[in-house]
Every structure is written in C-alpha cells, then in structure tokens.
C-alpha cells in the first residue's frame, strides 16, 4: 500500500482536454494511476465515493457477525469468527488508506459515515437472527464480495487494485468457513436443517442487491466502466454471483427462494426472479432494518473510543517533544 498523501498534488485545470486524453491514453493502454499522477477531477471523486462506501461497508459490516461472537456453538467456530471480524477491520482500514491516498483525510470519511450522509453497502442493514445467519453471510456475502473485488484487483487505480488483491484472499477463507458451517447444519437434525433454510431465505435476495442497481439504473456505471474503476457492468457481476452459487446451493441440498430460477441452456446462465428494487431504495436511503441501529452502534464506538485517539495523540505529541530536545 502506497504511503498516504495528505494533500493532493496541485491540480492542474480539470477539464484540460490534453491532459484529460493523456489520462485516458494511459488507461487504455492497461497502465496503473497512482497518487501523484495527474487525474481528472471527476476520476478522484468517484473513486473517492465509491472507495469510501467500500471501506465504510466493511467497518458496518463487523456488526452484524460481531453480534454473535458470543453465541458461536463451539471454540473453534468461535475463533474463526472472531479472526474474520478482525480482518473486516483489517479491510476498511487498508481502503481508508487507499482513500487518503487520493487527498482526502479519513476523519473526514469516518463524520460522514456516522452522520448518515455516506452509503455503505445495504446487505448489512440486516439483521442476524440465527447461528445459520454466520454461515450464509461468509457463503452469499463475503461470496459476492469476491466475485466483485476479484474483478476490481484489476481496476485502474493502483492502492485501491492492490489493496483488493489482499482482501480477496482473506475472503476466500471467511467464504470456505461461511459454507462450511452450511454443509454442516444441511447435514444436521430437522431443525439445524430448518435453520440454515430459514438464513437462505432472509439473505438470497439482499446478497443479489449488493451488486447494485440494474445497469440501466446505475448511473456511475459508465464512467466507472469507461475509466476502468469498474471492469464488469452491475448486471454481469450478479449473474456471475448467481451462476457460481447454484450449483453450490445444489451440492448441499438447500433451495434459493426463486421459483423462477432456471439454467438457460443457450447462455449457459442461470436465470432468475425480478429482485424487489423498492426494497433496495427503502434500505440504500436509511430505512432499511438495521439502518438506525448499525449507525447508532457505530457511534457509539466511535464515542468510546476517543480517549483512545487522545492517548495516541498525546503520545505522539510526547515522543515528538522528545526527539526535539534530542
Ligand atoms: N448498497 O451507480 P451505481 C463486503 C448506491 S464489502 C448501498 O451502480 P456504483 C465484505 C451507489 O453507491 C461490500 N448502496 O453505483 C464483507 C450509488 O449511490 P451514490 C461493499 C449502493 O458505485 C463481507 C447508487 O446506489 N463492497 O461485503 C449499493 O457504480 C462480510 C447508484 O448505484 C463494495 O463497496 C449497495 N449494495 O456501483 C464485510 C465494492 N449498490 O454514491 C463484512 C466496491 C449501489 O451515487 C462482512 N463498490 N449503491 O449516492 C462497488 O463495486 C460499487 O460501488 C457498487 C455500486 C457495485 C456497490
């Protein structure tokens, strides 16, 4: 991970239209944008925007599996949870990184997370009602995490492509020990079987929203696509997630919640149901629900934490006085 710049580069005018076709000279041609490079305005702030949603995703996205920290059914289950936890955090904070890289400072990002004015990913205003619901978000959740950042390790901005190299590796074992636990409650008794069933039920749909809106809704999608941020379409990225998890769904015996779901021999794709888009707005605009409750818990945190931040400063302050009289 590059060292994160404070302030960015001066900017040369935007919308300098030799520089701005250098820029997409250099793109076309498969080169990696890095800190220091001249990019357009435009470029910085939705990478910005969307990077920052992604890192705020994953610091959101330890509360709902945190919740169950304390309820894991055995030592083991309980420590390969809390290390995936952990290296949620791991993720947000190598994005935060990635994000100051392009001049914005993470306290920031963190004011506009907690006060509701910054999106993060809709799955996690869901809440976890069952053990079954461990298995389903690492199988679905951390599974249409892959199939997305598999895809973005190959995006154009340099920290953000090889921040998601990392992060996907790490989400390949938080899948394996998500589909683990599956196979063994579709293995168990009627109600371990019940369970697991019921977790299926409350999470296909919401997994399928991650992806984003339909392409012909997505309104970022074209410059994204255009300035290789994003190398699949919304649209493309789903029906990946969709085909790869059938077949997955099939091996262990358990049924998605789709009565249109069919293998369309022609495209060799799994088709399936129209998604319930009114639901998606209702949770992307904060009435999802767990909205109120994950930005509280956030917070909260946040609240707990400043002796934390103030120690740290105070520390720093001290060795810096220090290394002065030295
Ligand atoms: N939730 O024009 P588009 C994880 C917003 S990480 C909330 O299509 P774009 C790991 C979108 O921001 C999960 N908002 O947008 C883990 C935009 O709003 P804006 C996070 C959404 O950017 C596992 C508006 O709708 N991953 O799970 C969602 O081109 C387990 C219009 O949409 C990433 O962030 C949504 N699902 O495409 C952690 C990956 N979808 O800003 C813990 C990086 C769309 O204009 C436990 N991000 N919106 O007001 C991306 O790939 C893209 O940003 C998309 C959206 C595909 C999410």
């Known amino acids: 991970m590059a060292t994160p710049a404070k302030t960015p580069p001066p900017a040369p005018p935007a919308d300098d239209p030799a520089l701005v076709a250098a820029f997409e000279a250099r793109i076309a041609a498969g080169e990696s944008i890095e800190p220091k490079d001249w990019m357009p305005a435009r470029y910085r702030k939705q990478l910005t925007r969307m990077m920052a949603q ?33 290296d949620e955090a791991g993720h947000g904070l190598y994005i935060y990184c990635g994000t100051e ?16 004015r910054a999106k993060y990913s809709s799955i996690f205003n869901y809440p976890t009602l069952s053990w079954a619901d461990m298995g389903v978000i690492g199988w679905f959740v951390d599974g249409a995490a892959i199939v997305n950042q598999t895809v973005l390790a190959k ?70 696509l255009r300035w290789r941020v994003k190398r699949k379409t919304n649209d493309e990225l789903r029906q990946r997630f969709v085909n790869l998890t059938v077949p997955q769904a099939q091996a262990i015996g358990v049924t998605l919640p789709d009565p249109d779901l069919r293998f369309n021999e022609e495209t060799k794709n799994w088709e399936f149901g129209e998604i319930d888009w009114a639901e998606f707005r209702e949770v992307i605009s904060g009435n999802g ?14 609240a707990e934490g400043a002796w934390v931040r103030e120690a740290a400063l105070a520390h720093a302050a001290k060795r810096h006085r220090t290394t002065e009289a030295a």
């Open 289 to 302: 629900p767990c909205n109120r409750e994950r930005l509280a818990a956030r917070n909260a945190a946040h």
């Open 155 to 224: 995006a154009s901005y340099g920290p953000y492509a090889r921040a998601m190299v990392r992060i996907c590796k790490e989400e390949n074992f938080h899948k394996r020990q998500g589909y683990e636990i599956c196979a063994t409650l579709a293995k168990g008794t009627p109600a371990q079987r019940a369970m697991l069933q019921d977790a299926i039920d409350r999470f296909w749909w919401p997994s399928l929203m991650m992806f984003g809106p339909s392409d012909k809704d997505s309104p970022n999608s074209a410059e994204l």
């Open 54 to 86: 992604h890192a705020h995703s994953e610091i959101v996205g330890m509360l709902p599996e945190g919740n169950w920290i304390t309820r894991a059914p055995t030592l083991r289950r309980k420590m390969s949870l809390i290390a995936k936890v952990q």
């Open 101 to 116: 890289t392009l001049g914005v400072e993470r306290d920031e990002l963190v004011e506009q997370l907690h006060d509701g």
